[in-house]
């Protein structure tokens, strides 16, 4: 299966200020990459998905404004959260959907002060 | 519009005890289901998954699943604890992805799994 990375894999940040947080398709070309956040002891909430050369598909609920991604290129999708607020603070991962399954990057755990 | 329920957020088992986690799933196309294992501060690894082959799944770590359509249901098995499964399980559902589909997976609740010496 395709093989995903995220970096920074954590960070810290002050209230106010924006993250932006990668995820990386190794070895596969991904024209669709999701994002997803999971907070302590739940599961995983799709936050969006993300299209190469185009924008991005928000979930119901999922401030674009505030979450902003960018695809562009095959193997690279960002996330920055924007103005970030301590209720921001989350888990936050990535996946490529291949024929055969959807991959996860490690994850990224962010933390607003 | 998909959804996916597991039954039992906890499950504690016995060390060498069948394991036996619920899934159930709606959907109104056919689906595709995975089963996730999430170990603490990590991403998510595929354990199995069912693409409309056959409906008895077999994944690693000797894991396995069964796809019944009468009961929409995609229970995850094992015939054995071993204390290092002890984890947070996901199962999930997704469309086929394609002629439009994007293939994005929708989680259940998740179950922890302990097992106990």
């Known amino acids: 299966g395709a093989v995903v990375s995220q970096h920074p894999s954590w960070v810290i940040c002050k209230s106010g200020t924006s993250v932006k947080i990668e995820c990386r398709s190794l070895d596969f070309q991904a024209t669709t990459m999701f994002w997803y956040r999971q907070f302590p002891k739940q599961s995983l909430m799709l936050m969006a998905t993300?299209?190469?050369?185009?924008?991005?598909?928000?979930e119901q609920g999922v401030e674009k404004d505030k979450f902003l991604i960018n695809h562009a290129s095959l193997t690279l999708s960002t996330l920055t959260v924007t103005s970030a607020h301590p209720e921001d603070s989350s888990f936050y991962i990535c996946?490529?959907?291949?024929?055969?399954?959807?991959?996860f990057g490690p994850g990224t755990r962010l933390t607003v002060t | 519009a998909q959804s996916v329920t597991q039954l039992g957020s906890h499950v504690s088992v016995s060390e060498g005890a069948l394991v036996l986690l619920r899934c159930n799933y709606s959907s109104s196309v056919p689906p595709y289901l995975f089963w996730y294992v999430q170990y603490p501060n990590q991403g998510l690894q595929l354990l199995l998954k069912y693409t409309s082959a056959a409906t008895l799944v077999k994944g690693i770590n000797g894991f396995e699943a069964e796809f019944k359509k009468s009961e929409t249901s995609f229970h995850l098995t094992k015939p054995s604890a071993h204390m290092s499964d002890a984890a947070e399980y996901f199962c999930?559902?997704?469309?086929?992805?394609?002629?439009?589909?994007?293939?994005?997976?929708?989680f259940g609740q998740g179950t922890t799994l302990q097992v106990k010496p």
């Open positions: 999930a559902v997704s469309d086929q992805p394609g002629s439009g589909n994007t293939g994005k997976l929708i």
């Open positions: 993300s299209n190469e050369g185009s924008k991005a598909t928000y």
């Open positions: 996946s490529v959907r291949d024929p055969s399954g959807g991959y």
